[in-house]
């Protein structure tokens, strides 16, 4: 395979300009009555506008307390929280909420009304005029990767747990807010969709720049979407609040170490994006062109393969040469959607996708779904090897503050696995602090 | 029969069209009223049991009893058949319309409050529609069970066919006794099924696509 640095995509230029505000925790407390400890107890944290901040943590530790305090579904006990500067217990509470987007599990679609419908919601609360509303539920269709015409008038149980989110992620997104509130959205879905709606919403992320705040149970999802990962112990005491590079490089106390698993080679795949990856440019041929043409094509380039684009340049099929027929390159026959993983995706979401494709390599895609290249196994996997020396050589350096490996072990044996279940309360004891 | 029928078919269809309007006009008070307590008794979970006990105890109740028990208050004629239709009709549609707005998911009722829905709108948008076929199904039990009901709220001179069953038992032994309680009952089981059918048609037409089984 030779490769093709030029088609390397450049999405690192942060130059969009930042929709999102930026909100403030200062000394958030919220207690229930009869419970000994309070559920978020002086929470102070600053995030940041226009970025990802996750909140993840252990069930029952206050995370999803912390994020419907944002939008007033629950009122703190004391302390305060500013959104672009303004204390949110000024202003009234629906008015508030019309303008925070918010996504929880499965989309929670209201099963009545149409996808349309469902999108509307906010804007037609905010009153805005039918042909505004309207081309707004187009364009977020069209944002979140669902046919206008196909999917506009469908109702929520005529859609795939997906697409249910997908539009879900739309609802949030309709009325334009500066800050979108999400509660494990993509934990009602299937491994390789959750990592598409991932993708996607970094995709989305990347042009729009909102203040997103996003709970989680899973590590690897904060690693992968999170700008900033706010990690948290019972009642919301702040473990660590910091870039998921550096809470993996040098985590805070135990605790994290424990709950990130940090110092394993493997974690830090989560930290490299496929477009480091160098990319093979594997020869494309779009519907409608001539088979001789294209044939010729790919031989000078030396594949034996194409992969098949639609008229936008996204990408429908990877198929062998000697398997196409007729003059013209048709559509696929087959439905079924192709297996791609955006640019942003992470290494093992790259080489999860391999697992299952008959080729060597996964397709990549940039914005707007467009062909960008092939990450192949062999690069893919010299990137993981060049990763983890490095990480080796890092840990080695520090070998001398690291625990030694039976304290590491005993403590694993204290703190389970953290991306196991989210039943409520099965931690609480657990994660009480010691002497009490 | 026949001849009982063309006879008095000016007074049967008279009759017949006050028996479905007694019915009518007393389901819809019924269901504004069982849909008002319903929310009430969903907003306030102390309520529920109370409710559900008078569902229970009321269905219990003879009709005719009622009648009599108001009677010294009301007097006789329309007002007690009004009452004791409206107060049958309600039992069933308050049944439903509680247990129908408690299955609305709370993760759909948080959502419509994350969204900035207020109170009112998330009861008119949210809570009403998807509660709705079941509501409707009580108003169907409902309203057949108002059909036979208001056949004896004619026991206090109220209007509508049972005014001709009273008759035919009054008259027993007489020449016409006999077709005057068949034609009344025969006519009640016919406007009955009709109500049924135009309700179905309704549900239809008021149940939105996206919920309907």
Known sequence: MSTDTDRTPDHSSNTTEVSGVEIVFDEVVKTYPGLQYPAVDRLSITIPAGEIVMFVGPSGCGKTTSLKMINRLLEPTSGTITIDGVDIRKRDDDDLRRHIGFVIQGGSLFPHMTVAQNIAMVPKLLKWDKSRTADRVEELLDLVGLDPGRFRDRFPRELSGGEQQRVGVARGLAADPPVILMDEPFGAVDPITRQRLQDELLTIQEALRKTIVCVTHDIDEAIKLGDRILITEASAKVAQYDTPANILSSPANDFVRDFVGAGSALKTLSLSRVDEVQLYHQSSARVGESLAEVTRRARDHGDRSVILLDRNDRPLDWVWLSDLEGDQIREPRHDRDMLTVSHLATLNDALNSMLVSIHDGVVVTGGNDKYVGVAGFTEVTQLITRKATEAHERETADIARAPSDEELDEQIDEVPDAGSGDDDGDDDDRQRPEGE | ???????????????????????????????????????????????????????????????????????????????????????????????????????????????????????????????????????????????????????????????????????????????????????????IVILALLLDLGLLVIERLTTSKGIRI
């Open chain 2, 1 to 187: 029969m026949w001849q009982f029928v063309v006879d008095r078919w000016a007074d049967i269809s008279y009759r017949s069209f006050q028996h479905v309007s007694l019915v009518v006009q007393s389901v819809l008070l019924a269901t504004v009223i069982a849909v008002s307590v319903a929310l009430l008794v969903t907003s306030y979970a102390k309520l529920k049991p109370v409710a559900n006990f008078i569902t229970s105890v009321g269905l219990t109740l003879p009709s005719l009893a009622l009648l009599g028990l108001l009677l010294p208050l009301v007097g006789i004629g329309t007002l007690p058949a009004v009452i004791v239709v409206t107060f049958y009709a309600t039992l069933p549609i308050l049944r439903n319309a509680v247990v129908g707005l408690e299955s609305v998911s709370p993760n759909l009722l948080e959502s419509a409050r994350g969204m900035g829905m207020g109170q009112l709108r998330t009861f008119a948008d949210v809570r009403l529609p998807l509660a709705w076929p079941v509501i409707v199904a009580g108003l169907r039990v409902s309203t057949q069970m108002s059909m036979g009901v208001a056949a004896i709220a004619a026991y206090a001179l109220g209007p509508g066919l049972g005014g001709y069953i009273f008759t035919g038992l009054a008259q027993i032994g007489g020449a016409n006794a006999v077709n005057y309680a068949l034609v009344a009952t025969i006519g």
